[in-house]
């Protein structure tokens, strides 16, 4: 019984297992929230996030050292509510069945199908560290649309935030609805490993192979959100000046520590220098040197700088030319890992900045003399979680369209089609399987049932034996017109 289980009294991993018990018991007890509980928890979910949306700033800065707080409060709070509202507009169009076509002399006869939606049970959401509320909160309110209850493991590179999250989920919600992990490292390969319902793990590609390994063990369904090497091609009609306006945000945002950030550019070759100056200039403007780095963001910690800071150093061996804005990263403080947002020019595809995914302020630019070498060279690499395309050129938007695979596609801007809450977000391939978002989200999180009503009329009767020519005649009709 549910009653028998306290949590308070458990810890480590038969914590774990005690939050997944009870949960597992309140379901079978309770059974599937009606559309009213349902909208009630995402209602206390946006409460949470909304009341407590200082605290959550205050969070950030000490995890990351220095966030902008505007950043902070537009990324964590004001995006985040985006799909928790959607979500409570919609949640009871969401849950009607769907009617389905059947053959035509069982719908006469009064035959009916349908597709019911049912909540999977017990929903895992592993969170990573660069959007720790976005990613967490988010696909929540899907898990809570679909009927879930949810189990959250939010980073432990982000232990501030996680202790918040923690503390504003029990004061909002029971222990049966939803609960936050221990933030420790030694529990994140225990949580992997519980046999949830359904697993969402939004991180690197590597910890998602281990993470599906122990999935199979439980036959246990998942929703990977990776990343990956998202490229931008511009192409020969693309205005400039904008592209590099809103790519050059892409980087800027959260330094670049976004799984959908813009990796590395593909550029005509006789336009380089424009894109370059282009480029420079939209990082120059968003940051002005009197602003000092009051609106940008530092790197996670020591470790990932130094990684960033790797990539430079090949580069600069290798005699790749850069361009930074040498101040950013200048006069900090303490504990502070600002990296400048650089442009590395045409690097050779052996070095690591081309090879692995930089989750940081770098932007490699490559050149092509074709469209049709540009394309290749996107396609000779695993399919990336978002493809960027900046012109006007039809022809060549076709092209992208048609003979590319990402998981989601930006025509124009970069990163905007995640804010589109009735788009679906997921990766394919290496950048990741199922997606969530919207309607796409609650039916991510819910069991499509296949139900099927038949009539008082016995028209089967007419398929079962003893056979004869009548049911020969009957096949051969079927054949042609089932």
């Not at 009609?237 to 809103?246: E, S």
């Not at 990296?339 to 090879?355: F, H, K, N």
């Not at 074709?370 to 092209?399: H, K, Q, T, V």
């Not at 609650?442 to 049911?471: C, T």
Request: proline residues 6%.
């Amino acid at each position: 019984m549910v009653e028998q289980i306290d949590l308070s009294k458990l810890k480590g991993v038969e914590w774990l297992n005690g939050a997944l018990e009870l949960q597992k018991c309140a379901f079978r007890k309770n059974g599937p929230p009606d559309a009213s509980l349902r909208i009630d928890r995402l209602k206390r979910l946006l409460a949470a996030l909304e009341q407590n949306s200082h605290r959550i700033e205050e969070a950030m800065m000490s995890d990351f050292g220095f966030r902008s707080a505007h950043q902070s409060y537009f990324v964590e709070v004001v995006t985040t509510a985006k799909p928790i509202r959607e979500a409570i507009k919609n949640v009871r169009k969401w849950m009607r069945p769907e009617k389905r076509k059947i053959e035509i002399a069982f719908a006469i006869a009064g035959g009916r199908a349908e597709i019911h939606y049912q909540p999977l049970g017990v929903v895992g959401c592993v969170s990573p560290w660069n959007f720790p509320f976005n990613l967490a909160f988010s696909p929540l309110a899907s898990i809570f649309a679909a009927g879930n209850s949810a189990m959250l493991k939010p980073s432990s590179s982000t232990p501030a935030c996680a202790e918040l999250m923690a503390e504003i989920i029990s004061e909002s919600f029971d222990a049966e609805e939803v609960v936050v992990a221990p933030n420790a490292d030694e529990f994140a390969a225990a949580f992997t490993r519980l046999p949830f319902d359904h697993l969402i793990y939004t991180g690197g590609g590597e910890v998602a192979k281990q993470i599906a390994a122990s999935a199979a063990n439980n036959l246990m369904p998942l929703t990977l959100e990776l990343g990956g090497k998202s490229p931008v091609l511009i192409g020969r009609r693309a205005n400039i000046k904008l592209a590099a306006n809103r790519i050059m945000f892409g980087k800027f945002l959260n330094a670049g520590q976004i799984c959908l950030a813009p990796d590395y550019l593909l550029v005509p070759e006789s336009g380089l220098d424009e894109i370059v100056a282009a480029l420079k200039a939209a990082i120059v403007k968003m940051a002005p040197k009197e602003n000092g780095t009051k609106d940008y963001v530092s790197i996670i910690n020591k470790n990932h700088k130094d990684r960033l800071l790797s990539y430079l150093a090949e580069a600069n061996d290798q005699g790749v030319q850069t361009v930074s804005i040498d101040w950013l990263g200048g006069d900090v403080g303490e504990g502070e890992n600002f990296v400048a947002p650089t442009l590395i020019i045409d690097p050779p595809d052996d070095l690591l900045v081309m090879q692995e995914e930089i989750f940081g302020p770098l932007l490699p630019i490559k050149t092509y003399k074709s469209f049709e070498e540009a394309i290749s060279f996107i396609n000779d690499r695993p399919n990336p979680l978002a493809l960027y395309y900046f012109g006007d050129d039809r022809n060549e938007r076709g092209i992208v369209m048609s003979r590319t695979q990402s998981g989601g596609v930006t025509i124009n801007d970069v990163i905007m089609h995640y804010t589109m809450d009735d788009l679906p977000f997921g990766g394919v391939g290496a950048s990741g399987m199922g997606s969530y978002h919207g309607v796409h989200g609650f039916k991510q999180f819910s069991h499509a049932r296949s139900v099927y009503k038949q009539s008082g009329l016995d028209i089967g009767g007419m398929l079962r034996p003893p056979y004869d020519e009548k049911f020969r005649k009957i096949a051969k009709f079927l054949l042609k017109h089932g």
